[in-house]
């Protein structure tokens, strides 16, 4: 069983930064692909980014390519987010979650285990 704990979220203003973190109990080391997701008000649930088990594959949504990195610590057991050039649009629950397959996926369907969320609200 793994349990993530995300930290980080908070009010910014448009153009500013964020780093969102995630901690896993238990040793995920390399085991586990890595996601963060997104629910905005009234959405549905949608991709942000992931990354591989060793953090050398990196996939990113459009919408936040160039602005958002992922990364991972697989020795601390972390996965973060940082989010650059923040814009109203990124408003939402940000959540990460682990998945046990080999291939990075952008649907939340193949992910296995997830955390709380933390709430990122960016003014305008």
């Known amino acids: 069983q793994v349990q993530l704990l995300e930290s980080g979220g908070g009010l910014v203003q448009a153009g500013g930064s964020l780093r969102l973190s995630c901690a896993a109990s238990?040793?995920?080391?390399?085991?586990?692909?890595m996601g963060w997701f997104r629910q905005p008000p009234g959405k549905e649930r949608e991709f942000v980014a992931a990354?591989?088990?060793?953090?050398?594959?990196?996939y990113y949504a459009d919408s936040v390519k160039g602005r958002f990195t992922i990364s991972r610590d697989n020795a601390k057991n972390t996965v973060d987010l940082q989010m650059n050039s923040l814009k109203p649009e990124d408003t939402a629950v940000y959540t990460c979650?682990?998945?046990?397959?080999?291939?990075?996926?952008?649907?939340?369907?193949?992910?296995?285990?997830w955390g709380q969320g933390t709430q990122v609200t960016v003014s305008s």
């Open positions: 979650a682990a998945d046990a397959g080999v291939v990075i996926s952008r649907s939340s369907l193949r992910y296995d285990y």
């Open positions: 238990g040793r995920i080391g390399s085991s586990y692909i």
């Open positions: 990354i591989n088990r060793s953090g050398g594959i990196t």
